[in-house]
């Protein structure tokens, strides 16, 4: 898919669990895991956008390995990382994923990425109201939608998260895509604590052969079966029901 390109940002140095994407799991790094995932997205590129920090050197070197192309910018400003990068490549429609999310599922992305093209939106996420497990996150939006952001909004949320301004901006066609499975406890399918870190390698453990390939509502009917291992991030913050 021409001009379409996946963008994550990088980085090593989070307060609750350091290094967290370099943490091993299915013999390589959470990293890797969620690499072989979004290449699974029809785009034309995944690009990763790596903070300027101490320790950058461990990320850059397995994304060379992976092939992914990277470009290193301002650890606290995001949309200026994420701007920079997308300008360089001329993109025109950007899926933003965070890498700390290594469950997320292609094939959902790769399904808002058809409505988004179909109706022409500005901005399409599965989490402008939340519905689906947290960690399955996803935003689609425009380059012109983001280029306008980056120069007329300098406000500390929108250099943290990007897409803040353009998820208030009432005069811009936005489109949230809810899960079709009413959840009647929360998941969270993140990483950010210890606890996440533990409930991923579980979940990965159990679907080793097809780990590329596992699909959210597979990974919902095995917890639905194996609550134990639910319970392990289930009381974690962020709760949203």
């Known amino acids: 898919m021409k001009d379409i390109f996946v963008i994550t940002q990088c980085r090593l140095s989070s307060s609750r669990l350091k290094n967290k994407i370099l ?5 390589s790094t959470v990293l890797d895991f969620f690499l072989n995932r979004v290449k699974k997205i029809t785009c034309e590129k995944v690009l990763c956008a790596v903070a300027d ?3 950058k050197k461990k990320i850059i070197r397995v994304l060379k390995n992976a092939k992914v192309e990277y470009l290193v910018g301002s650890k606290d400003n ?3 990382r994420i701007y920079k990068r997308e300008k360089k490549f001329k993109a025109k429609v950007i899926i933003r994923i965070t890498s700390d999310c290594p469950l997320i599922d292609p094939n959902l992305v790769n399904y808002g990425l058809k409505l988004f093209l179909k109706n022409k939106y500005d901005y399409l996420s599965n989490n402008l109201t939340p519905s ?3 960690g399955l996150d996803f935003e689609i939006f425009t380059f012109d939608c983001l280029e306008k952001n980056f120069k007329k909004n300098k406000n500390k949320k929108d250099l943290e998260h990007v897409t803040y301004s353009i998820r208030q901006n009432k005069n811009l066609r936005k489109k949230n ?11 969270r399918w993140t990483l950010d604590t ?5 409930f991923i390698k579980k979940v990965t453990s159990k679907f080793k052969k097809s780990n590329s390939n596992m699909s959210w509502d ?3 009917d095995f917890l639905e079966k194996n609550k134990d291992i639910q319970n392990i991030n289930g009381s974690d913050h962020h709760f949203y029901f």
């Open 23 to 27: 943490l091993p799991l299915n013999n």
């Open 53 to 55: 920090e101490f320790g």
């Open 78 to 80: 995001v949309l200026e």
């Open 132 to 134: 689906w497990p947290h």
């Open 177 to 187: 895509i809810f899960c079709p499975r009413k959840l009647d406890r929360y998941y």
């Open 194 to 198: 210890p606890k996440d870190y533990l």
């Open 218 to 220: 597979k990974i919902l």
